[in-house]
């Protein structure tokens, strides 16, 4: 299976000033095969610890972070020599071992010439925690090496890597790296790729088996795994069972208030039960994001630049992170995708501006914003908004081929924008000020 993020890894380890890198993602996104993938590609051998369920492999950071120390027992684990500089050292499941993260910022001051990369899927909440209970039984906390670390997120994959995976290379080269002329001349197989990423989604399990039998059956028996699984990971990690309770309560509310019609589309805490506030699901919110399983989308009082500046932080929209999830989620049925552009119609246009909010999250690498009026004296909605050469970019999401409406224009005309894009199932065309890109072609639009 092919990721882009493969090149990341590779610039990585040729950079001058290489620091150990810290790989980041939701649970069950790819991050053991990417890396794993690209010790073998790339290396001589890979010292691979995982930290989950692992006391031994914990137990060698509990005393000295000594890196010479710490190098040694890792070899002796693994059977490599991780000094060598020619063997990957790959900390899985990092969060499970807070001393392991406390150690990354004496690898890098003391053996920088020593690859390490480290993964987690759910490294942001063990962050987050208070506290974590060591093998000793005393508490510690895990000391972030800022400024000792290189990043990269990993996120479901995009439709272009979808295609690879599904199609022939041709075809996603077209879809990754031709002109928008070239892509809508195969129009009718770029809308039926798109419909069967609709459903299929981005997580590499549901696509690998999808490029090996096209079932959709078995698609969809992976997704409902994925989203037990992600359930049950709510009350390993949750302590309390009220927060757990609150979890799930929101997790279950997502799909539900992206599918409804309403003029005002932010996430609202009175949606996911009577008499919800926001005091009592702020941290369950938080939680999911964290855990990468929700793009939290905040609303933005004006398109001034940094974007981040004018960020509202009362409210915010919520997506899931994959598209296909959301559909399992909703029980999309797998006919709609003989029907045309139905499936862009159902929810509203939910499935549509889910798959643009995670290409633009995977393409850009930050979560986008969106605008929308006070609702008082004015009304009207931009669904994103992300910032491209120093400039706020509004981007329009149409379900299908109808694009009536006139936020994107007063927006633009109000703040003085000269472009926006829209994305629709119309074929590639610009007018002056607006750009119109189908949505089978949002890579070579960014």
């Not at 190098?71 to 020619?86: C, F, H, Q, R, S």
């Not at 096209?214 to 009350?235: K, M, N, P």
């Not at 994001?289 to 001034?304: E, M, W, Y």
């Not at 919520?318 to 862009?344: E, I, K, M, P, S």
Request: charged content about 25%; proline content about 4%; glycine content about 6%.
């Amino acid at each position: 299976m092919h990721r882009n993020a493969m090149l990341k890894l590779v610039e990585w380890k040729n950079a001058a000033t290489r620091k150990p890198l810290v790989v980041n993602g939701a649970r069950q996104v790819g991050k053991t095969w990417l890396v794993t993938e690209f010790a073998r590609l790339h290396f001589d051998a890979c010292a691979h610890v995982v930290f989950l369920d692992n006391e031994q492999a914990q137990r060698i950071f509990t005393d000295s972070l000594d890196p010479g120390r710490l190098l040694m027992l890792i070899g002796a684990l693994t059977g490599t020599n991780p000094a060598d500089g020619k063997t990957l050292v790959f900390l899985d499941e990092i969060q499970e071992c807070p001393r392991a993260i406390s150690a990354l910022k004496l690898f890098n001051e003391q053996t920088p010439h020593v690859p390490i990369i480290a993964a987690g899927s759910l490294l942001g909440v063990a962050l987050n925690r208070n506290e974590t209970h060591g093998l000793s039984g005393t508490d510690h906390r895990a000391s972030w090496p800022v400024g000792k670390v290189n990043y990269l997120d990993l996120y479901p994959l995009t439709f272009g890597e979808f295609v690879r995976a599904v199609a022939t290379p041709q075809l996603a080269d077209l879809v990754e790296n031709a002109s928008h002329e070239m892509r809508d001349a195969l129009e009718e197989e770029m809308r039926s790729l798109l419909s069967q990423y609709m459903y299929v989604g981005g997580m590499p399990e549901a696509v690998q088996s999808y490029a090996s039998d096209h079932s959709f059956a078995d698609v969809r028996r992976i997704q409902d795994e994925l989203l037990r699984g992600y359930e049950h990971d709510f009350t390993k990690h949750v302590d309390s069972a009220l927060m757990t309770q609150r979890i799930r309560e929101t997790w279950h509310s997502v799909p539900s208030q992206l599918a409804t019609e309403s003029d005002l589309k932010r996430f609202t805490f009175a949606s996911i039960k009577a008499g919800a506030r926001g005091r009592d699901y702020r941290d369950a919110i938080s939680w999911l994001t964290d855990a990468g399983l929700v793009i939290r989308v905040p609303r933005i009082s004006k398109p001034g630049i940094p974007l981040k500046g004018y960020a509202d932080s009362s409210y915010f929209k919520l997506y899931l992170l994959d598209v296909g999830l959301l559909g399992a989620a909703t029980h999309l049925d797998a006919t709609v995708l003989l029907d045309g552009n139905r499936q862009f119609a159902e929810y509203k246009g939910a499935y549509a501006e889910q798959f643009v909010c995670q290409q633009l999250l995977s393409l850009c690498g930050q979560a986008p914003y969106y605008w929308s009026a006070d609702g008082k004296e004015n009304k009207g909605e931009i669904d994103f908004v992300i910032e491209q050469d120093a400039k706020p970019l509004p981007i329009e999401v149409k379900a299908a081929s109808n694009v009536a409406g006139h936020s994107l224009a007063r927006f633009c005309e109000a703040y003085r924008i000269d472009r926006a894009l829209r994305f629709s199932m119309l074929p590639y065309k610009e007018q002056d000020w607006l750009t119109n890109v189908p949505l089978y072609s949002i890579q070579g639009a960014l």
